[in-house]
Each structure stands twice: as structure tokens, then as C-alpha cells.
């Protein structure tokens, strides 16, 4: 082979490794991308049993509050309680499961609301309402 054809080649074939090493390095961030997102994917910090103890916590307070007519703190704690249930729903893959605690936190938002009204009957039937998810749940996943 003549040596200029020679090195034209060698040129053509350092080229194609570079090429290819250029496109292994693009496919590369999507695994970087795919570790991050596991990372950064909502965990709760709480172990169910701590999280159903705050569950129970908050209950008591909301009841009490009732009770008393401390309507500000029944209300703080319904929202609480609300937070919590939104996240209970991450503590278990059954779609049964979270919808329970999904319903379980839009009802203590209507509650705290009711209570921010002063609203005791309206209150107290949502408690009712409350209180049979939280029996729902356990009868099917405790
Ligand atoms: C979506 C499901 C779900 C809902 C809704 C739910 N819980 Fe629970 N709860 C559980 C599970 C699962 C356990 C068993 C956890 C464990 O002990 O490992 C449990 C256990 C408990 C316990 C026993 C704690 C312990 O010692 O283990 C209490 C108290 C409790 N829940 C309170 C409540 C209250 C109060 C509500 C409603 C205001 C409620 N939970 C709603 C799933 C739920």
C-alpha cells in the first residue's frame, strides 16, 4: 500500500474509535440520570408502626379538641393528620392501600376546614367518616 493510503486509513480508523467512544460517552448520563432520580424518589422517614403512632397522636388531639371546643388546635392537628395520611400512602405498594390513605387525607382536609368554621356537626360526621378508614385500612393491611 502506498504510505500516504496508509496513513489515510489509520486516520479513518482513529476517527471511528473515536466515534464510537463519543457515543458510548453520550449513552453514559441516562444511567447517571436513572441512579439520580431513585435517589432523589419520595421516601417516608418514619416506619409505618412510629408513623400509625403519630396517626394516633393527632386523632386524640382532634377528638379532645372537639370535645372542648378548642376548635384552632383540633384544626392544626386535623391538618397534621392530613400530611401525614398524604404520606402514609407511600408506606405500601397496594393501589388499595393508598387509595385508602388518600381518601384518609382529603377527608382531614375537609375536616380541618370544618373545624376553621367552628363547624361541630359537620366535624363530628366527618370524625365518623375519618375513623371508618382508619378501620377499612387495618382490617385489610394490619
Ligand atoms: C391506608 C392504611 C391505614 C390507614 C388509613 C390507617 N392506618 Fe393505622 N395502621 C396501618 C397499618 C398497616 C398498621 C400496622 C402497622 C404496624 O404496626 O406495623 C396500622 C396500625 C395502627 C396502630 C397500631 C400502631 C402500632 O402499635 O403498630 C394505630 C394506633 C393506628 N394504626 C392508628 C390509626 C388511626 C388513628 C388511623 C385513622 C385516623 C389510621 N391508623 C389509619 C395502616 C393504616
Known amino acids: 500500500m502506498h504510505p500516504f493510503k ?6 479513518l480508523v482513529v476517527g471511528l474509535v473515536f466515534a464510537v467512544s463519543g457515543l458510548v460517552a453520550v449513552a453514559q448520563p441516562k444511567q447517571t440520570a436513572k441512579k439520580k432520580t431513585s ?10 408502626h412510629d408513623m400509625m403512632e403519630g396517626q ?3 386523632w386524640i388531639e382532634i377528638k ?3 370535645v372542648d371546643k378548642q376548635w384552632n388546635e383540633a384544626g392544626k392537628s386535623a391538618w397534621i393528620l392530613a400530611e401525614v395520611a ?3 400512602q407511600y408506606q405500601h405498594k397496594s393501589p388499595e392501600y393508598k387509595d385508602l390513605a388518600r381518601k384518609m387525607s382529603a377527608d382531614c ?5 370544618l373545624l376553621k368554621k367552628k363547624d361541630e356537626s359537620g366535624a363530628k360526621k366527618m370524625v365518623k367518616k375519618v375513623g371508618e378508614t382508619c378501620s377499612a385500612c387495618h382490617e385489610q393491611f394490619k
Open 86 to 88: 398524604n404520606v402514609n
Open 109 to 113: 382536609v375537609k375536616l380541618a376546614k
Open 39 to 48: 435517589k432523589t424518589a419520595f421516601r417516608p422517614v418514619q416506619s409505618i
Open 56 to 58: 394516633r397522636k393527632l
Open 6 to 11: 496508509t496513513i489515510v486509513c489509520l486516520c
Open 64 to 66: 379532645e379538641g372537639i
